[in-house]
Every structure is written in C-alpha cells, then in structure tokens.
C-alpha cells in the first residue's frame, strides 16, 4: 500500500514544532468520500481510526470495506484513482452449477431481488427450491434445488451449492465427494463429504460466500444453536416422560468451555459491549439445559485479559453463575492495543488445558469435553498463526491418535466456533481454525446487534419444556405478567366458591400436567369438584374444570382439639387432578418437588441419589432462604423469608404459644416436625404470608431450576389485612410450611401411582 503523504512541508515544520518532533500530523479525509454510502472513523482521524464504509441494504462497500490510520499517518488501503470507493449491489453465486436441469433466466450475473426457478431435464426428479431469490446478505432463498433419478446408490446426491464445483459422482457407502468454491468466493462449511452406512452424507452442506455474504441472526442461531445443543447433550439419555420426547442431557462428562472476544483496535468499542451481553445470554442459556459447564473467558488483543479463570472450577469450591456474570459484566476496555495475538489465546488455552489434565488425571481428562467460542475479526498480526497451537491441543483432546479412523472417534471432544465479527474478516486466517463435527462452526456477522438474541433463541424452548422447575429469571421484553408467568411458570390461582357464594381464594403448584398441589384447609366439608376453579393460562382457556381433589388422609383440623389446638394444621396438603391436561410451555411448567429423579436431575445429583442427599442440599443450614408467592391483581409477586432449622427452630417455634386458639404449652403439639418455621426480624426482616398466599409453593431455586420444598399453610398473626401483598414480620410474627420431605409417600401414591393410565407418573426414588 502506498505512502501517501498527506502533510506539506510547512504543515510538518508546525507539527514538529508543537509536537516535539513526535508526530506528524493526522490522516486527512480526502478523497474518502464513496459514491452511494457514507463512512464513519472511530477516532477521527488520529493514528489507529478506523474509517469505516456503510452501504445501505443490498450493496457494499467496494475495493475495500476499511480504511486504517496507521503510524505514519497514511490511511492503509490508500484510495486509488482508477477504482473510487463505492457502493455496489449484492451479489449471489452462480446458480448455473446445477446438474441435469436448467435455470431461469440465464444470466451471467445474479442481483439482489433477482429471481431464479428451476426445472430437472425430464426422468430427473427436483429436491430443494424449485424457485430462489438474492438476499441482501448474499445468499439464495431456500435451499440449493437438486435434480437427481433413482441410480441405486447408497446416499442421494448431495447436489452443488450455488458458485461451487464438485468432484465425485458415486455415492456408495464410503465414497467422497469434494467441493470447492469458484473464482472469488471462499467455501464454509464441510468441503468434503462422506457416505455413511445409515444413507447419510457426512458434514452439512458447504456455501460460497463473498466477502459480502453475511450470516443473518436467524441463521446463525438456527445452525450454531443445533450444534451446541449436541455438544450439551450428549453421552447418557435420559428419557423426559412428561413431554413424551426423549432428552439427551450429559450427566456426567465435565464440558469446559473457553470464550475470547476480541478488543483490538479493528473492533469498535460498542461491538465489545454487545459480545459481554451476548456472552451472559449465553451462560445463562447453557446453564438452563441443567449443565454445569466449566468457563474460562478471556478478552485479548496484543495482551490477555483473563476474566474468569477455568481453574477455578477445579478448586473443589463451586463458583456461582452469578459470580461469572459479574466478572464479564465489570469488564471494561482499558487502554486499547494496536495488535491482536490469536496464538497466545490458543497457547493460554492450552496451558489451562494442561493443567486441567494433570488435576483431574489422564482418565478423567478423557470425559472432558472443550468448547470454543471467539468472537474476533482474525486481524493476528502478531505471534503468528495459532495452527501449530491448535495441532497440539487437538493431540490432546484426541490423545495423539495417529490412526485417522480413531482420531475421528474422539472428535467430538472439541469444539471450536468462531464468530467473525469486524468490518473486516479475515476470512482465510480463521476458517482453518474452526474444529468440530456435524454442524456449521463458522458464522460471518455483520453486525452482532442481534447477537445477545440470537442465544436466547438456540435452545429451543420445545426440546426442554417438560424440565421441572426450568424457568427465565430475567426477561426484558414483554408485559409484567407474561414476565411472571416465565419466571414462575408453576403458579396456578384456585378459588373455591361454595353454593352459598362465599368464596376462597389459594395459591397451587403445578407439579405435573393434571395435578396442582395446594394446602387441604383450602377446602371445606361440603366442597364438591364443581365449586373449585383453578386458573393457570396455558393459551388453552384460563380456567381449568376439576375433576378431583384429594386431602392428606391424615389432615384433621380438630384433631388436637383436646389437647389445646383448635385448628390444627398438620398434613395440610392436596392434589388437585385436573379434567384435562395443560399445555406445557415455556410459561406453564410443573416444578420440581422432592424425592423425585428429576428433582436429583435437575441438583445435578449424579447416579444413584436419595431423597435425604436431596434434603440436604435444600434445607442444610440453620438458615435457608425461601420464597413464595403473593397474589398480586392477575400476576404474583415474590415474598422472602428464612426457613429457620436444626439450633434456630426451637426458638422460632415457640411463638406459636403466642396464638389465642392454642392453649397447649408446648409449641410442638401445634407445630410437629412436619412444619417449617418462617418470620421475625433477625437476623433477617421475613416477609409474612397472607391469607389468599395458603397453599402456594415454598421454593428454592437451584441455578435455573425451581424446587418446591414446602407449602404454605398457617400463621401465628395476621398482619396483612384485606388488603395482603407484600407485608414485613414484627418481632413475634410467624409462619409454618408443611415441609414436603415429610408428605412424600402421599405424593408418590398419586403421583407415582403406575396402576392407572389417566395420566404420565413422575418417578420417584426409591429412598
Ligand atoms: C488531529 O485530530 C485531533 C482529533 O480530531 C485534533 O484534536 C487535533 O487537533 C488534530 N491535529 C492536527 C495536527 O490536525
Ligand atoms: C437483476 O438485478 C439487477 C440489479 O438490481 C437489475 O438491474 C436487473 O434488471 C435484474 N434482472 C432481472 C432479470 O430481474
Ligand atoms: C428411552 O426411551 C427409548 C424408547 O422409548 C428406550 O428404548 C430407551 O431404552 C430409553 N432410555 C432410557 C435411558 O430410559
Ligand atoms: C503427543 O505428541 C506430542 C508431540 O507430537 C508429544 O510431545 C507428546 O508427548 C505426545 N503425548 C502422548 C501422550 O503420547
Ligand atoms: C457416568 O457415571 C457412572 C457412575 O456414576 C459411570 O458408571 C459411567 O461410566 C459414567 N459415564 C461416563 C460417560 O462417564
Ligand atoms: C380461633 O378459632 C376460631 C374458630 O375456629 C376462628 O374463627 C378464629 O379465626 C381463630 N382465631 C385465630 C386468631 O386464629
């Protein structure tokens, strides 16, 4: 690139008067300008702006898409005369490759909105898109049309994507075929592909792109979503009997999954900001599959900046979701270096990788599995090129299998996905670097906007909805109640309204699609099925007709009276069996309750577990925060308090004295073990229960799942009102919650009941 020299001599002579000699002066704006577009610089234009070209939708900017100010005050790229910077019209690949048929209409080159149709020579049969349109991305609507006839071999024809060439034509078990791009296109994706034994070609289909070909959002999380759902859920199956769909969550292999956005200087500062969001969007979405992957997340340009370290996942302590969202979140650019060093980001990984080997041992390593994610632009203009990095990390993950044919075995052990991002990509630099089987790894953006989005949509909500307690804790968009209802998709309102109108008003739990738990004194003598009404709103018809309600057989609320209680509360649970089913969705969902494989599912209990490892984990300390629901207009709020156990119950428990109606002495006659025990002010100010909260779940949330562990059922004072909400403790003030570790054998005879085929039975543990 030529040096052009943009200060006159005089100019030079002021500026190394004012600048000591140190500089020239600035790069200077022009001949700059393109016909058709407009250009932005990051830093005006000092040394290291970049000039950026914009082209509105369907052309780019063309020779260059960037222009750099470098040290010596030259932009890099300079102008040239005979070609003026401009914006040109998209262009689609050739589709004129296609074999065995003909395309509409004929032309040499091929626009954005043209169209194209296809039609087969005739005893040839069309797969594909009979019809295609140029996208303003570069692409062809559809999918590539192949024209084929019955020939006997093992796969069909793989057919050649538009601007592409293909060598091979048999298709038999194990036979190749091979792609390449043409003339000024670049091939991503598979450029080779095999013929398996089950009639599958290997690999995913390749695309030739331009350097204008982007990626659109809704690509990029269709395809990289399909890839990272295989690489969350692999090994071990596990088969989800509620929504009759089999899902495949890896329980005990160890994921390690390694993140590097790029800050250099060809990376604007707003494309950082939007890679950390993304970035959280997708920690938070993995961790909703019910794994627990292992993270390291660096930010690099010349330097490393080591955000969240992978080793200490390995230091037997467990390190909080919420602490590594934390650390991206306060990541901020410093100062920006000029460089970008893609190997020293491979060798870190690397030598963490390493590491991670020798403390988990040369047996262990082999069920790890790795993941990479970078976001960066494959500007490395400095420690060179990271494939002999990458060639000794694969030896690694594939334990230097030299026969090809188990190196292939171990390939799903690494993942490496880039995300080209910048103004501009180097394409050829990254696109080697990319590791992993089946689908696309490599995605071009053009802006990562969308991207934070992008990773909320790659999970499909379909493939999990069946998960107990799976729920959204954040939600930006969208109006209060439907955010409730994703946070709290379990919730369900019933109201009891008796033949002589008097009504009462509870909160339930769903716990599987036909059943809501909720608290037996909801019910009085005399209630039939057709006075309970249960509104939960699965977009099928808000309110659910009855068909059963079931009592604890041991709740009796006189059953103490002799001895002093004259309401006494224990066993104060119900099931709720409704007519017909509710529609399971991202915001209507059962909970998990205890004692059952899922629950030890979703605590990441590993093998074999019982109810108590699971009582231990929830209820542990002489303190456990819990939560449960208030009814607020048509949608809920949230209400704290703390389970006070082992040494602190004695003394929460005695305030049950307190209550006119007992006259027992001691508070255990009122209050059994079944109970757990909420309210006061220390140490910490609880929150109440009011009437209208009975029945409603006590919960605890364990990452991204909910567990019930208890039922709201009486209190000491009432200090909500008519009015309920959101109401503080005094002193003296308390709560009891029919513990659900204790109710389990009633939950399980209907719950678990496998004698009937009404409905789909959760599993419960054996003990
Ligand atoms: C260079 O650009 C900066 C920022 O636009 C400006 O403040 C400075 O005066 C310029 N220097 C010269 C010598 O033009
Ligand atoms: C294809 O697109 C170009 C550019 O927009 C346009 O000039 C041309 O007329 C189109 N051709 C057809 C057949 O529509
Ligand atoms: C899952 O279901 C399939 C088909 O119903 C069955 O063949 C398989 O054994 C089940 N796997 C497990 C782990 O239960
Ligand atoms: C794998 O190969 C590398 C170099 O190719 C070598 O240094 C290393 O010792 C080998 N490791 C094993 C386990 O054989
Ligand atoms: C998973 O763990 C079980 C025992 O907990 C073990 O038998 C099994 O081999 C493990 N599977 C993998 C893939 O590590
Ligand atoms: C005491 O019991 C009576 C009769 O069951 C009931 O109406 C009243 O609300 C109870 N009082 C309190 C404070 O619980």
Request: net charge neutral; glycine share 6%.
């Given at each position: 690139m030529g040096f052009a020299v943009h200060c006159s001599w005089l100019a030079a002579l002021l500026c190394l008067h004012f600048f000591g000699g140190q500089v020239c002066c600035n790069c200077t704006e022009e001949n700059m300008e393109i016909a058709g577009g407009h250009y932005t610089l990051t830093k005006q234009l000092q040394k290291g702006s970049l000039l950026i070209y914009h082209c509105s939708e369907g052309y780019y900017p063309y020779p260059v898409m960037t222009r750099l100010c470098q040290h010596d005050d030259s932009w890099r790229m300079a102008p040239r005369r005979f070609t003026p910077q401009r914006c040109r019209v998209v262009e689609c690949p050739d589709p004129n490759v296609m074999e065995y048929g003909e395309v509409?209409?004929?032309?040499?080159k091929y626009f954005v909105k043209n169209e194209t149709t296809y039609e087969c020579y005739s005893g040839y049969t069309m797969r594909g898109s009979a019809r295609r349109v140029c996208l303003p991305n570069g692409k062809w609507s559809g999918s590539t049309p192949i024209c084929s006839r019955e020939s006997g071999h093992n796969c069909a024809d793989p057919g050649i994507p538009a601007g592409a060439s293909k060598a091979g034509n048999i298709f038999g078990i194990d036979e190749t075929v091979k792609y390449s791009c043409n003339s000024n296109l670049f091939l991503v994706g598979s450029s080779e592909r095999v013929c398996l034994e089950n009639g599958q070609w290997s690999g995913k289909e390749p695309a030739c792109y331009y350097k204008h070909t982007y990626d659109t959002s809704l690509e990029v999380s269709q395809a990289f979503g399909s890839s990272i759902r295989e690489s969350l859920t692999t090994l071990e199956s596990l088969n989800d009997t509620q929504a009759g769909k089999t899902i495949r969550i890896s329980k005990n292999g160890t994921l390690n999954i390694y993140i590097a956005v790029d800050i250099s200087e060809s990376i604007e500062e707003k494309d950082v900001t939007k890679a950390k969001d993304a970035i959280i969007t997708l920690i938070k979405k993995i961790a909703s599959f019910t794994v627990d992957p292992n993270y390291e997340i660096v930010f690099f340009s010349s330097d490393l900046y080591e955000?969240?370290?992978?080793?200490d996942f390995f230091g037997g302590k467990k390190v909080e979701l919420n602490a590594i969202i934390k650390k991206v979140e306060d990541f901020k650019v410093g100062q920006?270096?000029?460089?970008?060093d893609l190997n020293l980001l491979f060798k870190k990984f690397e030598q963490q990788m390493a590491v991670i080997k020798i403390r988990v041992g040369k047996e262990q390593f082999k069920e790890h599995r790795h993941v990479f994610i970078l976001f960066t632009d494959g500007a490395y203009n400095m420690g060179g090129s990271p494939e002999p990095t990458l060639v000794r990390i694969k030896n690694m993950v594939y334990m230097n299998h030299t026969v090809e044919q188990e190196a292939q075995s171990r390939e799903e052990y690494l993942d490496i996905y880039i995300f080209a991002i910048g103004n501009e990509i180097f394409d050829d630099d990254l696109q080697p670097l990319v590791t992993g089987l089946g689908g696309k790894h490599y995605f071009r953006m053009k802006d990562i906007e969308d991207l934070q989005e992008t990773f909320d949509a790659i999970i499909d909500e379909e493939e999990v909805k069946g998960l107990c307690g799976l729920h959204k804790e954040y939600e930006m968009f969208g109006n209060a109640q439907e955010a409730a209802r994703k946070k709290y998709p379990w919730w369900a309102f019933i109201t009891i309204q008796n033949d002589e109108g008097k009504s009462r008003s509870c909160i339930g739990s769903l716990v599987n699609p036909y059943f809501v738990l909720t608290a037996a004194h909801c019910f009085k003598f005399g209630d039939e099925q057709k006075h309970v009404k249960v509104e939960i709103d699965d977009g099928q018809g808000r309110v659910k007709q009855v068909k059963d309600f079931i009592l604890h057989p041991k709740y009796n609320i006189n059953g103490k009276v002799k001895e002093g209680v004259l309401e006494f509360y224990d066993y104060d649970v119900a099931l709720i069996q409704l007519e017909e089913y509710v529609q399971i969705s991202s915001s209507v969902r059962p909970i998990c309750i205890p004692c059952t494989q899922e629950t030890s599912d979703a605590l990441q209990l590993v093998g074999v577990s019982t109810c108590k490892q699971q009582e231990e984990l929830l209820l542990k300390n002489d303190l456990e925060r819990v939560s449960f629901l208030t009814k607020r207009g048509s949608s809920v709020d949230e209400k704290d308090a703390h389970a006070k156990l082992g040494g602190s119950r004695v003394d929460c428990i005695k305030h049950a004295l307190e209550v006119p109606n007992i006259t027992a002495t001691d508070p255990k006659v009122a209050v059994t073990d079944n109970f757990l025990c909420t309210g006061g002010l220390t140490p910490f100010r609880d929150h109440v229960a009011c009437k209208g909260d009975s029945g409603g779940a006590v919960f605890k949330n364990y990452e991204h799942r909910t567990i019930q562990v208890a039922l709201v059922s009486w209190g000491t004072k009432d200090l909500c009102g008519s009015g309920g909400g959101i109401v503080e403790s005094d002193q003296t003030s308390r709560d009891f919650h029919i513990n659900l570790f204790r109710v389990v054998d009633f939950l399980k005879t209907i719950l678990g009941n496998d004698e009937q085929d009404e409905y789909s039975t959760l599993e419960f543990l054996k003990d």
């Open positions: 509409f209409p004929p032309q040499e955000v969240v370290n992978i080793l920006k270096n000029t460089g970008t």
